[in-house]
């Protein structure tokens, strides 16, 4: 079964700095990897994704995430915050491979970016 | 711009009212998902359905929640009797075709419950 970890609930960062948020997942399929955005009293927002292809993915507002089959790992980093980039973030995986949709999500993390 | 559409978007109710939280798919997905999200439990997959037929409720408590799709446009999701437990936001969300966007979902706004 695929599952996902997101490590730290919380994650702070000064203005400027660099954002990394952890997400390890394990799948029994090849993955297809999601990372949303939820911004206060909103619904979820596709950051990127990855599904085939370039392991390195490009998103919206500068984000950008690495897919690394060796570490099980797709972490999101971004290399300044902006004091817009505080939200939540969660990453998902794909439940089998990207063919019934469905999709499975970690526990969120909150990033807080201090001015 | 195609987006999932929710209402209300806001619901306070008393206990043991019916709630009945309607959403709109994008147009020529075909898979619809419900979702609940609360502080404690974080995001939980309540039920989803493609095609209109329902693929699995696992996540729905079954004696007091219902999800339907009377047509493609429309999916419901009905709580009766509601219990202040119940409160959350309750998230829409729409696929496209399978095999294709390799399970992306759009999400809704949301409905925000209150049952006091």
């Known amino acids: 079964a695929q599952s996902v970890t997101q490590l730290g609930s919380h994650v702070s960062v000064s203005e400027g700095a660099l954002v990394l948020l952890r997400c390890n997942y394990s799948s029994s399929v090849p993955p297809y990897l999601f990372w949303y955005v939820q911004y206060p009293n909103q619904g979820l927002q596709l950051l990127l994704k990855?599904?085939?292809?370039?392991?390195l993915v490009k998103g919206i507002n500068g984000f950008e995430a690495e897919f690394k089959k060796s570490e099980t790992s797709f972490h999101l980093t971004k290399p300044s915050a902006h004091m817009s980039d505080a939200a939540e973030y969660f990453c998902?995986?794909?439940?089998?491979?990207?063919?019934?949709?469905?999709?499975?999500f970690g526990k969120g993390t909150k990033l807080s970016v201090k001015p | 711009d195609a987006r999932v559409t929710q209402t209300p978007r806001h619901k306070v109710t008393e206990m043991g009212q019916e709630v009945t939280m309607r959403c709109q798919p994008i147009l020529g997905h075909n898979t619809v998902f419900w979702y609940r999200q609360t502080m404690m439990q974080g995001l939980e997959l309540l039920a989803y359905f493609r095609n209109r037929a329902p693929l699995d409720d696992s996540g729905m408590p079954k004696d007091r929640f219902s999800a339907e799709m009377p047509d493609a446009t429309l999916a419901t999701l009905k709580i009766q009797p509601s219990e202040p437990r119940d409160s959350a936001v309750y998230f829409c969300?729409?696929?496209?075709?399978?095999?294709?966007?390799?399970?992306?979902?759009?999400f809704g706004p949301g409905t925000r419950l209150t049952v006091l």
């Open positions: 969300a729409s696929g496209p075709l399978h095999g294709s966007g390799g399970g992306e979902q759009f």
């Open positions: 990855y599904t085939t292809g370039a392991t």
């Open positions: 998902a995986v794909s439940d089998d491979g990207g063919s019934q949709g469905n999709l499975i």
